[in-house]
């Protein structure tokens, strides 16, 4: 068995300017591979806006050949490489893995929207937008 290591940081990265400061710190630290907790469909919802764009950033320091791609194919590649640093890990690929039912998406999307780093979000999304995300990450 493999041994793996996670160096969780005492500090999350928020904010304007966050996954370049992530990409930058991965690169600083040599690193070649790196979690950014992130979801596909909240750029799919339009709630993600310039994370497409930052996203080549952290693909280029996971190792990710990003050169001549624009920004939503190196926003693909990125998520990709993220869904397959967390298969390698063993980290589930959505809420329908850790049990959850069509029938849970209110009662999550409800209790997302109570969430209190939400109200710091730029953007508020709707309780529909809210269920169509867990819908997506069934």
């Not at 063993?90 to 939400?118: R, S």
Request: proline letters at 4%.
């Amino acid at each position: 068995m493999t041994t793996s290591i996670f160096f969780i940081p005492s500090v999350n990265l928020m904010g304007s300017g966050c996954l370049k400061d992530a990409a930058l710190a991965i690169q600083s630290h040599g690193w070649k591979k790196a979690l950014v907790v992130t979801d596909a469909p909240l750029v799919r919802a339009g709630l993600a806006g310039r994370v497409t764009e930052l996203l080549g950033d952290v693909a280029r320091a996971m190792g990710c050949d990003v050169q001549g791609l624009d920004a939503d194919a190196a926003a693909v590649l990125c998520q990709q490489a993220i869904r397959d640093l967390a298969a390698d890990v063993d980290i589930p690929a959505g809420v329908g893995q850790l049990g959850a039912k069509e029938a849970d998406i209110p009662t999550l999307a409800a209790n997302a929207m109570k969430y209190a780093c939400g109200l710091t979000n730029p953007v508020q999304p709707s309780f529909e937008e809210v269920c169509a995300i867990y819908r997506a990450a069934l």
